[in-house]
């Protein structure tokens, strides 16, 4: 079994000879460039979609009815509703609730960067046709604003409607991490390509002398890296780095910078199904519409429906608490990184004109989001197509875990204000350190 040796001196000489044809401007998607971007941009259009998934709900109730058996009719509670957790509680029938939602999270994380085979599809004028592994890494960042409007209509006892319209405000970034020699770090953009060390001729078709020959690029490539990512000392036209370029800067297609569209509109039902002193029990369902702006950040442009069983306990009489849950799925026509188990379970406390409210949330998704394809298909130096593949895992995680907390209070008669703040607890997937609401309510 023979593999070609990764020499230093052919390594060296063959990166300068490449980074050479670098200095002309960079060809479309050299090196995959355009797809990782695209990666990107997918990536933070469902991360912002999840992010918005994980806020309060847009359409909280001000002020629950009861049935009333002294006077055999249904009076308002004396307490606001909930903040972050869902009630089984309905609005009396004809009663109408206002409410203006502002949230605001901010995503920003780096990916990478990792290990990538490029293999080189047509060879050079002198014959070779080199195999290499370089380095590339993402960098993503979003700041989200998201402003929801949204109504409650009471239809008949036990029964209520509602609709939610999400304007939202995304300012987005993406930057490239790529493999350098040390001595160009720092050079202007468009004026060096990404560098790792090669063999001349395509790998093997024997799959153990492929995998023995992707080790040895591999074990090159770590070598190679100087501090602070590796111990190469051997100078700077002999070591490799790390640099970070804003993608906006690379001549690809990338929306960067402050983007504002409509967010996908939820319609939304609610019914009780079942109701004693101290339990109760309703089923909802949501109706998401595909959003118009996705090229802005807004939303998928995907139709998605969420049925919900949720249910109440009202711990023994002399105590305030009130425990809640739901159970659901929401399940995304189109999008399989959407489609999720989710749950909500915690604790309300209700006083007069006031209430707090705090819990847990949980998701878990079907699939995971990737933040750069495992294989794709670039140009590289002279505009030889190139074949681009991973080899380290690109997915995020699927499951989500988030502590929940809310408070609602009512500033003067029928208008309440309302504030929450949500904190995930997993690492899993592109997520903001914490997200922040304050909402309006008012009932008609």
């Known amino acids: 079994m023979r593999i070609w040796p990764v020499t230093l001196q052919f390594f060296f000489a063959g990166l300068l000879s490449l980074a050479a044809d670098a200095h002309a401007q960079g060809p479309p998607n050299q090196f995959g460039l355009q797809d990782r971007a695209n990666a990107a941009r997918r990536m933070i259009v469902l991360a912002v979609q999840q992010g918005i998934s994980s806020l309060p709900p847009a359409a909280a109730q001000s002020f629950s009815y009861e049935y009333d058996a002294d006077s055999d009719g249904l009076r308002r509670s004396q307490q606001p509703g909930p903040t972050v957790l869902r009630s089984p509680r309905t609005l009396r029938q004809g009663k109408l609730v206002v409410r203006a939602n502002v949230s605001y999270f901010e995503l920003s994380d780096t990916f990478g960067a990792i290990d990538y085979l490029v293999e080189f599809e047509e060879p050079f004028e002198d014959g070779s046709q080199p195999t290499l592994v370089a380095g590339f890494g993402l960098g993503v960042g979003a700041n989200v604003t998201l402003i929801n409007l949204a109504t409650s209509f009471g239809i008949m006892r036990g029964s209520e409607l509602s609709l939610h319209v999400p304007i939202v405000i995304v300012q987005a970034r993406a930057s490239q991490l ?127 429906v969420q049925p919900l069983l949720i249910g109440q306990w009202r711990i023994p009489v002399d105590l305030l608490a ?123």
Do not use: M
Request: with cysteine; charged share 20%.
């Open 322 to 444: 009130h425990l809640l849950f739901d159970v659901g799925y929401e399940h995304d026509f189109s999008e399989a990184e959407l489609r999720r188990a989710v749950w909500h379970v915690g604790a309300a406390i209700p006083f007069r004109q006031v209430s707090f409210d705090v819990g847990l949330a949980g998701s878990h998704f079907d699939r995971a989001v990737r933040w750069s394809p495992n294989e794709t298909r670039g140009v590289g130096p002279g505009g030889l197509p190139v074949k681009l593949t991973a080899l380290e895992g690109t997915s995020l995680g699927k499951s989500f875990i988030d502590l929940i907390a809310g408070t609602k209070v009512e500033l003067v008669d029928q208008l309440l204000l309302a504030g929450a703040v949500t904190v995930p607890l997993s690492s899993d997937g592109l997520r903001p350190a914490a997200f922040g609401t304050i909402a309006l309510e008012y009932s008609f």
């Open 178 to 304: 790529s493999s350098v020699i040390l001595a160009n770090a720092d050079s202007p953009v468009g004026t060096v390509q990404a560098a790792g060390p090669f063999l001349p001729n395509p790998l093997s078709g024997d799959s153990d002398t492929r995998a023995a020959q992707v080790t040895q690029l591999r074990t090159a490539f770590s070598n190679s890296l100087a501090p602070p990512y590796g111990d190469c000392s051997d100078g700077p036209d002999r070591c490799l780095t790390f640099r970070s370029d804003p993608v906006g800067t690379l001549d690809v297609d990338f929306p960067d910078g402050t983007q504002l569209g409509i967010g996908r509109i939820g319609l939304a039902g609610k019914s009780r199904i079942f109701e004693s002193p101290h339990f109760q029990l309703a089923l909802a369902a949501e109706l998401l519409l595909p959003s118009p702006n996705e090229d802005r950040f807004a939303g998928t442009d995907s139709f998605a």
